[in-house]
């Protein structure tokens, strides 16, 4: 089936798990949106998070995508569990990915999860880590700071370094093995973290997984596009197309040719 | 008259306008709208400001407000000349007060201004300072971080104070001795911008001649409230409710009643 998949993310952050889709799914044609004109959701609430993310779906849904990724873990911890009646086609978050990867991964039964005010105060990694293992503990961390860093493009910097410090020390004394980077940003962080974290623990990308159960997702509804021609990306925007034009470009292994700017709000 | 002076930013910032309001304009009423969903604007589009500042200016003209004071220099540089023709009352901006101010003070006719990216790639500061004094020499930098800075409330730490660093040793060799503070959260960093710059450096916040200059338009409009009634403030957001007034708290000399949640994209 060649209709697109659709995608979306408060801002860039969501072209992490495009770069994931684009590699183990490289037949598949999609369509992404990043609401660059409202970015972040990370420190907004629930009632708001959910609206926005209502007004994509509504949006994504006129391009007749065949599923959707929340690719944004605050939109997944907040709206899409509410949502997912409504959504006609399947639907993927970053969450449940994630959680059971880092599940997999622990030996300590210590997982950390760092991401947005919003997502940790949801508490919704820990929920889906203990249903899948309740001898798991969790422990959460909000960087509040990541995201306007990454968007600064200050990835490797003595503030960012900083930063990861402050925020990561918290999580020292719990011996987390594996820690789940909760936060579509944070990947672009990966190289700080590690330095911080040391090799013995894990980093957990959500992006890996969850296009990993897209594919799965695809297959078992025999959605999988079966044409061979090169796949189509259409990106859409609601602010911004030279900056985002310009992420993207950093962040995808191809050159995006264009990017429209859609009024969200009227959806 | 008694109608309320509307007053507006893209979040928590305007309100150091608001507090000067209140210490020189004590008998006015004020409304005042932080669009917290949508924040901040700093780093969005032309378009995308003036739609939201067009929506937020129909929500206060339903209040009946005298008056309306952009309180956000990046909608005042983005927005306000534009938006001027159709708007029915009295408007005051925060970039031509403190322009004004920033020549007054100037004796090596050598200004900084610091602001959002979006207000100093508009050049609009440097427009009103050399409109007044061609002589004076303007040199603008973008402190993108100083917002979510403020926002996290890292107001004395030093990371901040790393980040002031980084970004004002730029204006070092331009031997500025006034510097602007042209983003309303900026006067919140005022004791680290200070310690950096020194005694010889004027630091210019606009609220102080922003409320000023109202004052003067609503005295020579006849719009001054002339009921020695206790004034009332009102309070409206977009988003986050107990956030917006747990800042508010701080920064207003009185503690704040009632935040209540506008649904600003329907205006």
Redesign the interface.
């Known amino acids: 089936m060649d209709s697109a998949i659709g995608v979306f993310d408060s801002g860039v952050g969501g072209l992490t798990v495009v770069r994931e889709i684009m590699r183990q799914l490289p037949s598949e044609n999609v369509i992404y949106f990043g609401d660059?004109?409202?970015v972040p959701y990370g420190?907004?609430?629930k009632?708001?998070v959910l609206k926005f993310s209502k007004q994509i779906v509504r949006f994504l849904m006129t391009k007749n995508v065949k599923a959707i990724v929340f690719a944004c873990n605050t939109a997944s911890a907040l709206a899409l569990e509410e949502m997912r009646q409504e959504i006609k086609v399947p639907v993927v978050g970053v969450v449940r990915p994630g959680a059971r990867m880092a599940v997999e991964m622990t030996k300590t039964k210590s997982v950390g999860v760092i991401g947005t005010d919003a997502t940790i105060k949801s508490g919704i990694y820990n929920e889906y880590i203990r249903q899948l293992d309740p001898n798991v503990t969790v422990v959460g961390k909000a960087c509040?700071?990541f995201v306007?860093?990454v968007?600064?493009n200050l990835l490797e910097d003595?503030?960012t370094d900083?930063?990861v410090d402050?925020y990561l020390s918290e999580l020292k004394p719990y011996n987390v093995d594996s820690l789940v980077l909760g936060c579509t940003h944070y990947p672009l962080l990966m190289n700080p973290i590690k330095r911080y974290m040391g090799d013995a623990v894990t980093l957990v990308n959500p992006a890996y997984e969850t296009a990993k159960e897209l594919k799965n997702i695809l297959e078992k509804n025999q959605l999988l596009n079966q044409k061979l021609d090169t796949p189509a990306y259409e990106f859409y925007v609601?602010?911004?197309v030279d900056?985002f034009k310009a992420f993207a470009d950093e962040v995808l292994p191809i050159n995006i040719n264009s990017v429209n700017v859609v009024d969200i709000?009227s959806y």
Do not use: C, F, V, Y
């Open positions: 660059t004109a409202r420190s907004k609430s009632d708001t509040p700071l306007p860093l968007e600064e003595r503030i900083d930063m402050r609601s602010d911004g900056k709000e």
